[in-house]
């Protein structure tokens, strides 16, 4: 409704003309803000809109009873007045959201952040640490609007070389609205570095780890260029000889691919004082290598190679050979020989030992991977990024973006037209990514430029579900996945098919699984620019500052304390929540204040469909997490990144059965956590007088031992 339109309905000759705001400012007065504020809240529980108008005209007369000149607190003590005898639900509703942005405010301030968008109290904090511009002196230099603006730019501009300047222009504005809106966010380093000098757009890097001290160190050079732009990387050492081996060159012995994944754990430690965000690494040694023992076990300390995710590359006919209870080989890399025989059961337990124990090393399963790489004919994938969800070939990387999912909910159904749309914008970009990147090793160019993989995936699908009443843990909860990530998997393909028309296919696509002339492979038939097109990945930073749920998790906590600054400590509830007991005249300060303190609602007297909609990550049984992952790898090209969240009484027996169900259900990867195995947690569950707190890093859905990179 039009500010005429209210001062017709409202007030003819009304008095006031201007307003005071926070910083000083005289500005004209505007009615209709005061409306849409009172709006927001009305629609928050559901009132009827008209109520909106009621309030609206009380909060007019009142003001116009007061004051001559109201400042912005005088303006919304009013409104809470008036709500608080009028509608105490809509009051609730405007209130918490008055308190959340008085925060906001005093964040922004310390740090002097312009804040237009008027995102959240952690979105602010981890722009100000990570993303937003800095001059030579560490003072911020742009506002989030001027981020989106100057990443929406630079991207867009890759087209240069295919469009006209105009539409180049066309094409930053859509850019520039889905990152605005907060509809689709890109991996930490094309935030951080688009329109920059530096450059490096890309998230995720494997490196080649060759049995030789020349590779091993050339490796570890580009691993700390990688990192000090922001990458992660991903390495196997598969193919070093193992601790003992004869090293012909010195007549000494080999010192194993353990020793030297300390040395590039070391490496990652230096670069990360320095650098934007903590280093992430993910190193995997096949089962059949002669060192698995002490790669299985080295992480039990829960010191060592702290800056390392570790996963074991297992094989099909290791997985069987445990089933049946039977022996495999170990095979000496440096010369293929079997140098051992070993029980695959007594190793299928050591790994869940050690995983038990302290959260690694999950399983690769690295047939699975190659068995649906798009370009095998290019080489064999032995490795993926520090979560898992990008397997690449050495000196790949990969772009990755994610859709929030929770913004394509209308009246409690899924808004599939604005989906596609956003599906169609995100692909373009991150294609365009992949031309506008500075690439830090020419190898890397060559590679990415030769596949162009990109990997879309999600966050927000445990808010999709709320808004959507339904239960994470349910039948239909993974048939709404299916439905999704299906629909996700072909517009994407439509997306590229579309591009290839106009810039060509991918470089590598002659004898690919989708060359429908290849005589080696099931040709598709698929024209792509893209090798890849979807990925699930963790989504921790992006989906702060989207204030969505992480990735494909459900929500881990729904009330909890988070450290926002020096000695500085915010109750923060998770809104949909928040929304829904004031909707129902349930909110209450104990309530919030038990369910802090580790109170569980399943044990509460909320209504039964509040305490199944609202689960979190305990509530879920282990199968239903892996079948969640397993729903969305089915239309995913690449891999899922999801941790399966359990608790503390959690038995070794538990994680080989969660393990074995991965891999029967054709996942690519699998990883588990067990809460408290990690002495650094980013979210400790409160108890009676103590409250849940969160670090800064907790994105709200995610693994509470916080080893996401993007």
Not at 443 to 466: P, S, Y
Request: overall charge positive; proline content about 4%.
């Amino acid at each position: 409704m039009s500010m005429k339109k209210i001062g017709e309905l409202f007030m003819p000759n009304y008095k006031i003309k201007r307003i005071k705001k926070r910083d000083g400012r005289i500005v004209p007065f505007n009615a209709e803000k005061i409306y849409n504020a009172i709006l927001k809240a009305v629609n928050a529980v559901q009132a009827k809109r008209e109520i909106a108008l009621i309030i609206t005209k009380k909060v007019l007369l009142e003001l116009e009873a007061k004051y001559l000149m109201p400042d912005v607190e005088q303006i919304q003590n009013t409104v809470e007045d008036v709500l608080e005898n009028i509608e105490p639900r809509v009051f609730k509703a405007f209130s918490l959201y008055r308190r959340s942005r008085h925060h906001a405010r005093e964040l922004k301030k310390f740090f002097n952040i312009k804040d237009d968008l008027k995102l959240s109290v952690n979105a602010i904090k981890v722009l100000e640490e990570r993303y937003l511009l800095k001059d030579i002196a560490g003072k911020i230099i742009e506002t989030p609007t001027e981020m989106f603006r100057r990443v929406a730019k630079a991207v867009a501009s890759a087209d240069l070389k295919y469009k006209s300047k105009r539409k180049v222009k066309q094409l930053e504005e859509e850019f520039f609205n889905a990152l605005k809106n907060l509809e689709f966010l890109p991996n930490s380093p094309t935030l951080m570095n688009a329109g920059t000098n530096l450059g490096q757009l890309s998230a995720c890097f494997v490196l080649p780890v060759e049995d030789s001290l020349e590779s091993i160190f050339t490796t570890l050079k580009n691993m700390a260029i990688i990192q000090q732009s922001g990458g992660g990387t991903g390495f196997s050492f598969s193919r070093l000889r193992p601790k003992g081996d004869i090293v012909k060159s010195t007549k000494g012995v080999a010192s194993g691919p353990v020793s030297f994944m300390k040395i590039y754990d070391a490496t990652t430690d230096v670069i990360k004082q320095g650098g934007k965000r903590r280093g992430a690494n993910m190193g995997i040694l096949r089962v059949d290598h002669p060192d698995i023992l002490e790669f299985i076990k080295v992480k039990r300390d829960l010191k060592s190679i702290s800056n390392f995710n570790i996963s074991v590359g297992v094989t099909d006919k290791f997985m069987n050979a445990v089933i049946k209870n039977k022996k495999y080989s170990l095979k000496n890399p440096r010369n293929k020989k079997i140098i051992a025989k070993l029980s695959a059961k007594y190793i299928f337990d050591e790994i869940c030992k050690s995983a038990h124990i302290s959260g690694d090393p999950g399983l690769i399963f690295i047939d699975t991977i190659n068995k649906t790489h798009p370009t095998p004919h290019v080489g064999e994938i032995e490795s993926t990024n520090p979560c898992g969800e990008q397997p690449l070939l050495p000196y790949e990387s990969c772009n990755l973006g994610s859709i929030n999912l929770g913004k394509f909910v209308k009246n409690r159904e899924v808004d599939f037209k604005g989906l596609e749309k956003i599906i169609k914008t995100s692909v373009r970009f991150l294609d365009n990514v992949i031309d506008a990147n500075k690439y830090p090793v020419g190898e890397i160019e060559k590679m990415t430029k030769g596949n162009r993989k990109i990997g879309l995936g999600v966050m927000g699908f445990a808010d999709m579900l709320v808004k959507l009443r339904i239960p994470y843990d349910s039948e239909k909860a993974l048939e709404i996945a299916e439905k999704i990530m299906k629909f996700i998997d072909e517009k994407a393909k439509e997306a590229s098919v579309e591009i290839a028309k106009e810039r060509g296919i991918f470089p590598n696509f002659k004898e690919s699984i989708y060359d429908s002339e290849s005589k080696n492979f099931k040709g598709k038939n698929l024209k792509l620019r893209n090798a890849t097109l979807t990925t699930i990945a963790p989504t921790g930073s992006i989906s702060i500052i989207a204030d969505a749920s992480s990735g494909i998790e459900p929500l881990f906590a729904l009330v909890f304390v988070r450290n926002v600054l020096e000695g500085k400590k915010l109750l923060e509830i998770n809104y949909l929540f928040q929304i829904e007991l004031i909707k129902r005249g349930l909110f209450s300060e104990n309530l919030i204040k038990k369910i802090a303190q580790g109170y569980s609602i399943k044990n509460s007297k909320l209504p039964a469909d509040m305490k199944k909609i609202f689960v979190t990550a305990f509530d879920v049984s282990p199968e239903q997490h892996v079948k969640m992952q397993a729903i969305f790898q089915k239309y995913t090209d690449n891999a899922v990144s999801k941790t399966i969240n359990l608790p503390q009484n959690s038995t070794v027996e538990d994680i080989k059965r969660i393990y074995m169900l991965a891999w029967k259900l054709k996942c690519k990867g699998i990883t588990v956590y067990r809460y408290g195995s990690k002495p650094n947690q980013v979210l400790i569950i409160g108890r009676k007088g103590k409250f849940t707190e969160a670090e800064l890093s907790y994105s709200g859905g995610s693994c509470a031992a916080g080893t996401c990179s993007i």
